[in-house]
């Protein structure tokens, strides 16, 4: 007999689980689509967003969800087991292999974990209008949420340059704790 207690899972509660079969689903069309469609997401849901609830709180979405698939992507995408280095180069593969960005760590102090790395060819905005803006808060939240879950620690990142501030790579500084 069917437990009626026991919780359906719903479309709202997000895991690596929730994005489903998409060979099966998209027999013809394939797994891969453009950019653009991406983009006209993303940047039609900030608008929305910021619209109705100001700049800060867009952010604060944004930045959580980030932080929600770095959390579900390093839990199921990435070997958590490996030592730092080994760690940063599967990052790296991976981030590439998912045309995410082109990833470079530029500084890790060992000792208090804070980092400072590079997004090339960022799939948020390399190629954006020049707004004198960071713009990739989503990327803040979701590579805090990928140190998060290989470190066991808070972390907070920031982007500190960004292509539509007028770098050609997106930079971020991430610090542990809250
Ligand atoms: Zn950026």
New binding site residues.
């Given amino acids: 007999m069917e437990n009626v207690f026991k919780a359906e899972p719903k479309h709202a509660d997000f895991s690596w689980a929730s994005i489903g079969d998409i060979k099966e689903g998209r027999e013809n069309l394939g797994e891969d689509m453009p950019v653009l469609v991406y983009r006209l997401l993303q940047y039609s849901m900030n608008h929305v967003l910021v619209t109705e609830m100001g700049q800060e709180q867009a952010d604060h979405v944004f930045r959580a969800a980030g932080e929600l698939v770095g959390h579900e992507y390093a839990r199921n995408a990435l070997d958590l087991t490996l030592g730092m280095d080994p760690f940063l180069a599967q990052l790296q593969a991976s981030l590439r292999s998912l045309r995410i960005g082109i990833l470079r760590m530029e500084m890790l102090d060992d000792r208090d974990g804070s980092f400072v790395l590079t997004v090339g060819e ?1 799939l ?2 390399s190629g954006l209008p020049i707004t004198n803006e ?3 808060v989503y990327d803040e939240g979701f590579i805090a949420g990928i140190f998060e879950e290989y470190t066991g620690k808070p972390y907070k990142v920031r ?1 500190v340059d ?3 501030s007028g770098a050609r790579v ?1 930079r971020f500084k991430g610090v542990q704790g809250g």
Avoid: K
Wanted: aromatic share 10%; proline share 0%; net charge negative.
């Fill in positions: 960022d948020d905005c960071v713009v990739c982007e960004c292509w539509a997106c």
